[in-house]
């Protein structure tokens, strides 16, 4: 098995050194079961908000293509009786709506 040293410095008092091996990698975790992230304006618990998503009957699930049309649909979404809604990562300006 060949090995080699390799570091990596981003600056003077921060700098990572490992080996590497010409071996392929091992295949990668996977993902945790359960990402929660819960932004409100109320500040429910996040046992509260699993419990309400949990019970939701309907998701929504928003993609659009400009972080505007994106905060349009979304209060569009809430106004009509909806209340959970997910935003997918891929939505351009994802976190100036959210």
Same mark, same amino acid.
């Given at each position: 098995?060949?090995?080699?040293?390799?570091? +990596?410095?981003?600056?003077?008092?921060?700098?990572?050194?490992?080996?590497?091996?010409?071996?392929?990698?091992?295949?990668?975790?996977?993902?945790?079961?359960?990402?929660?992230?819960?932004? #409100?304006?109320?500040? +429910?618990?996040?046992? &509260?908000?699993?419990?309400?998503?949990?019970?939701?009957?309907?998701?929504?699930?928003?993609?659009?293509? #400009?972080?505007?049309?994106?905060? &349009?649909?979304?209060?569009? %979404?809430?106004?009509?009786?909806? #209340?959970?809604?997910? %935003?997918?990562?891929?939505?351009?300006?994802?976190? &100036?709506?959210?």
């Amino acid at each position: 098995m060949d090995m080699a040293i390799t570091s +990596l410095t981003l600056s003077s008092m921060c700098s990572y050194t490992w080996l590497q091996s010409s071996m392929p990698p091992p295949p990668p975790s996977p993902p945790p079961r359960l990402s929660v992230c819960c932004y #409100s304006s109320t500040q +429910l618990s996040v046992h &509260k908000t699993l419990t309400h998503i949990h019970s939701s009957s309907v998701i929504a699930c928003l993609r659009a293509n #400009s972080a505007e049309l994106a905060l &349009k649909v979304a209060r569009a %979404i809430l106004s009509d009786g909806i #209340s959970v809604l997910e %935003i997918v990562m891929s939505t351009p300006g994802l976190f &100036k709506v959210v």
